[in-house]
């Protein structure tokens, strides 16, 4: 007989959806019940964690046997008849005499096994002695009854059957296998205790087949929560619910009664959902299960998932055995995770038993377990945990200071919200002293998150007053704040509101306002305004040695700009660099100027050295934006240094961090940083990249007045320079030029424009006027200005003035040039002298300068002069001798390296072992350069590699490939 599908369907229309969701087991049992009715007797054991839906499942198949004709018995084991002899087997002899009728030949036998289990005394002294009659009744109750229909059993909790029951199981199904329709479904529970071991592990070994109850999957888990709820549920919310409970049926239940009937709910607040049902029905198992599981999932709950087992066992009064073998029964009950750390498979369930304990309990749970991790020199991260759990204060120093090295922490993987709570919390139970350490240090962070915030917070704390020692880094955090975040002008008061309230209890309040004047508008200020500012300060003669330091940095900074006492500015630059506490100041602004003067004075490695330990502090105090502040030092050097892509991707990290945090695109440091990032951009031919960073830096119209957008104009009028509009880069840097004056900056290192200017003149065709523009910056750097501003004169001279004159400019500009770290500017001199030999006829010397020029600008990637360089060099070739450098620019990338090893001597042999290759690779190689060359193998090399510039020409471009 086949099963009605549409009549089984039609029964489980209305049960619960989970066993709807149940779809392929329930075709299963379906198939076990259509077998019986064939006449096919046996037995199925279907098993998972507690509420998977197991009973469940019993109860509708059950149903669903009823209505196809079937007799069906309930069977129902509990722990506690576990230990009476025949407990299960008394239950089944009752549904037996029920469904027989009063007459039938069986009842008789039924009647005696009955009485024979009535004897007390009997069973208690013997039970196996009984245990033929048992059998006897049961066999022919079962043959009668499997007479009239087929027999459907279902045993729940069959673990807690005792094995004399087992056994009746075992030889019913063994006396009706083929003489009978009778189904045995039963059910066990994942992990939990087994009355009878053996006796199962026969019974279970001999199932026709075993159904695991695993977690409903996404769409199942949808319908039951719509069931309930009553509404639809989208992928969201069932993703969700099925992360907290695993698809577990029961929590499911608990957790989407708990969800609230209007309003969407997202998946952070259904992670924090602990229904009591859910606690009260997993520790109400594990209470019958094991006492120290009980106590180990408790105490798990509380602490969070991966806690330390030695403190979990400590708190939980258990020892390490202890420990093991709950956890052992946790995971075999697929509560916990099989992973090396403690975890619960259902988040619900530890956010549930954590609900139901008491507060008092959990705050103890967490103080003693982070006191016990910092005795330990845990990771402040995992102690914080604990600490932000506890609801009490926090009374001891340590656990104040705990959170701020969490908070630091959380900032070095970029979570600054994080940081915020745990400052946030700190600065709750933080007194005295601590509570002012903890303020800035939020305020700090704040700048990250929330600058109105910071701002406020750093206003309170100048009017409640702080320590002397801590009134320089308040007033440099007022000055950052302001720098990076206050565009509007009610922030901009209420900042030097707050600065007044810091230093008017000071001899010399009038002078730390104008530092932070200093500090806060720096660039905007004109270099006299802040020498004189600085100057004032230090002769109030401060007693905060850090910002002394600041002043004298800043007041060197001004006067080098302006062009005076160079030699002393660059002296108290670097004796202020020496003081350790400026590079714990907030404020870059100091630093940043210090460096760059060191960059403009050619000290290179000591202004890379002391910016990254400026930036290695600012990292470790988690100051984000002063660290992005301070990496276009390192990019200028770079620059310099012809590492053009490293330059490029430090400004990049510059303005995304400005751009992650806020900080207006006026901002000078924002300005500074793209307006250097046009410049690397254009040196590297990338020019619609360029003009993307000009307009989305806002500068491609009228700008203010500042040092920064100083930078900003000479860097646009290079970018249309490149591009052929001559007219407006000219009068860009014409406006460079005149602002240069209003704000000062008169030192010959900041003369660049006037060279730019004499380049466009002479492109326009205007000689006169580049001529003397020329001869005039020329005359300005004589004596006055580094090697790097000298050279690069000289080349712009040589370039425009041309002739004679021009070449022996150009040659004193290379010259000059070698002996500077710019590689990039000798490149471009030695590009500008092969182009004025060419003119002059001698071809040999061009040909080695422009070589030069190719060599070195390939190296730092100058896209723009390698290119000039090539043509100028494919210019020469089509001349009479010049084959040999058309060869090698035509040669491609494996050519090169073969040719490279082939002069330097190595066999064939050798280079196709080093380049993993074929010899007979090689000898192609080999053969078709030697036809671009124009020459007819290896006895050549020597005379035609005799020359420098063509053995550039050929490893620098290899290397470069």
């Given amino acids: 007989m086949s099963v009605d599908t549409s009549t089984a369907n039609d029964a489980l229309r209305g049960y619960d959806s989970a066993i709807v969701a149940r779809r392929p087991e329930m075709r299963a049992l379906r198939q076990a019940l259509a077998d019986s009715d064939a006449g096919k007797c046996g037995h199925w054991v279907v098993h998972g964690e507690t509420g998977a839906g197991k009973t469940a499942l019993l109860r509708i198949l059950r149903e669903e046997a009823r209505t196809l004709g079937h007799l069906a018995v309930e069977l129902k084991c509990t722990p506690v008849e576990g230990g009476v002899p025949f407990a299960a087997a008394r239950k089944l002899l009752t549904q037996y005499g029920e469904l027989l009728a009063v007459n039938e030949p069986a009842t008789e ?17 013997d039970p196996r002695s009984v245990l033929g009659e048992v059998l006897a009744g049961l066999q022919t109750a079962t043959r009668a009854l499997t007479a009239a229909a087929p027999l459907l059993i279902t045993v729940d909790d069959i ?115 602990g229904p009591r049902g859910v606690a009260d029905h997993v520790l109400a198992r594990l209470a019958r299960v094991s006492g120290p599981a009980s106590a180990l999932a408790r105490m798990v709950a509380v602490l969070g998932d991966g806690a330390d087992s030695a403190i979990v066992a400590k708190l939980a009064g258990l020892d390490c055995a202890e420990v093991s073998e709950a956890a052992d029964v946790l995971v075999r009950m697929r509560l916990f995770r099989d992973d090396a750390q403690m975890a619960f498979r259902h988040p619900v369930v530890a956010v549930a038993i954590r609900e139901q304990t008491s507060a008092v309990a959990k705050n103890t749970a967490h103080l003693q377990a982070a006191e016990h991790m910092h005795r330990g020199d845990a990771p402040a991260d995992q102690i914080a945990g604990h600490l932000m759990a506890a609801t009490v204060p926090l009374t001891a120093s340590w656990a104040v200071d705990t959170l701020r090295s969490a908070a630091r922490y959380a900032l070095s993987r970029q979570e600054p919200a994080e940081a915020v709570r745990y400052l946030r919390r700190a600065v709750q139970d933080a007194r005295g002293e601590d509570w002012q350490r903890v303020a800035t240090q939020l305020a700090d962070v704040q700048l990250l998150t929330d600058p109105s915030a910071a701002i406020d917070q750093l206003c309170d704390m100048a009017r409640r007053g702080v320590a002397a020692e801590e009134r320089p880094h308040l007033l440099a955090r007022l000055a950052d ?28 309040y009038t ?98 050295e002391c910016c990254r330990h400026g930036i290695a502090v600012a990292r470790r105090e988690g100051r984000q934006l002063q660290v992005a502040a301070l990496l276009p030092v ?66 491609c119209g009228d700008m203010p007045t500042t040092w920064a957008t100083q930078s900003m104009l000479r860097q646009r009028a290079r970018a249309r320079m490149a591009s052929g509009e001559l007219g407006s880069a000219l009068e860009d840097l014409r406006e460079c030029g005149d602002r240069s004056v209003s704000l000062g900056l008169l030192n010959v290192e900041f003369g660049a424009w006037r060279r730019l200017a004499a380049e466009a003149l002479h492109q326009l065709g205007r000689h006169k006027e580049a001529t003397h523009m020329a001869q005039e910056e020329l005359e300005s750097v004589r004596g006055k200005a580094t090697a790097r501003a000298r050279g690069d004169a000289l080349r712009t001279a040589g370039m425009v003035i041309g002739g004679d004159a021009g070449l022996e400019l150009a040659r004193e500009g290379v010259r000059v040039l070698k002996e500077t770290p710019d590689i990039l500017a000798l490149a471009r001199a030695e590009l500008t002298l092969g182009t004025l030999l060419r003119r002059s006829g001698d071809r040999i010397a061009a040909q080695e300068s422009l070589a030069q020029a190719y060599a070195l600008a390939s190296r730092c990637g100058a896209a723009a002069v390698e290119a000039q360089a090539r043509e100028q060099l494919r210019a020469l ?33 050798a280079i196709a072992d080093s380049l993993f290759i074929t010899r007979r690779t090689v000898e192609i190689h080999l053969t078709s350069a030697y036809r671009k060359l124009g020459i007819q193998g290896r006895k050549e090399f020597a005379e035609l590699f005799n020359r420098q510039e063509l053995w550039a020409l050929l490893t620098e471009d290899a290397a470069k490939k």
């Fill in 481 to 508: 704040a302001s720098f990076f975040f206050a565009s509007h002008p009610q922030a901009r008061r209420k900042l030097a509101e707050a600065v007044e309230s810091v230093a008017v209890s000071q001899p010399h």
């Fill in 877 to 909: 070739g089509r001349h009479r001798g010049g084959r040999a450098v058309t060869g090698l620019l035509s040669l491609t990338t494996r050519e090169r390296q073969v040719l490279a090893d082939a002069v330097r001597g190595r066999s064939n042999g």
């Fill in 634 to 699: 390192l990019a200028e050097i770079a620059q310099v240094r012809g590492q053009l892509r490293e330059a490029e991707s430090l400004l990049r990290k510059c303005l995304t961090t400005f751009a992650r945090y806020g900080v207006w695109r006026a901002n000078p440091s924002a300005v500074w940083a793209s307006a250097a990032l046009v410049g690397v951009l254009v040196d590297q031919g990338e020019l619609a990249a360029a003009r993307t960073v000009l307009n989305e830096s806002g500068c």
């Fill in 511 to 608: 002078a730390d306002t104008q530092l932070y004047r200093i500090l806060n508008a720096l660039f905007e200020l004109s270099t006299g305004e802040a020498r004189q500012l600085a100057e004032r300060y230090l002769a109030a003669d401060p007693q905060e040695g850090v910002l002394r330091s600041a002043a004298g940095v800043l007041k060197a900074a001004c006067a080098h700009a302006a062009g005076q006492d160079g030699g002393a500015a660059l002296d108290m630059v670097k004796q202020s660099l020496r003081d350790p506490d400026l590079y714990e100041l907030p404020n870059v602004a100091p630093l940043s100027a210090g460096t760059m003067m060191l960059v403009y004075e050619g000290e290179l490695d000591l202004a890379s």
């Fill in 159 to 273: 673990g807690s059957a005792d094995a004399y029951s087992l056994d009746c199981f075992s030889y019913l199904l063994s006396q009706c296998d083929g003489k009978g329709s009778l189904v045995i479904v039963m059910t066990l529970a994942d992990g939990e205790p087994v009355q009878a071991p053996a006796a199962l592990e026969g019974l279970r070994s001999g199932a026709r087949g075993r159904i695991h109850l695993g977690g409903l999957d996404l769409p199942g888990t949808a319908e039951l929560v719509a069931s309930l709820t009553g509404r639809p549920c989208d992928d969201g919310l069932a993703a969700a619910c099925r992360e907290a409970t695993d698809g577990n049926p029961l929590f499911l239940r608990g957790l989407a009664r708990c969800l609230p009937e209007r309003g969407k709910t997202t998946a952070r607040e259904i992670a924090g959902i």
């Fill in 109 to 125: 036998s039924l009647c005696r096994a009955a009485e024979a289990l009535s004897c007390r005394k009997t069973l208690a002294a």
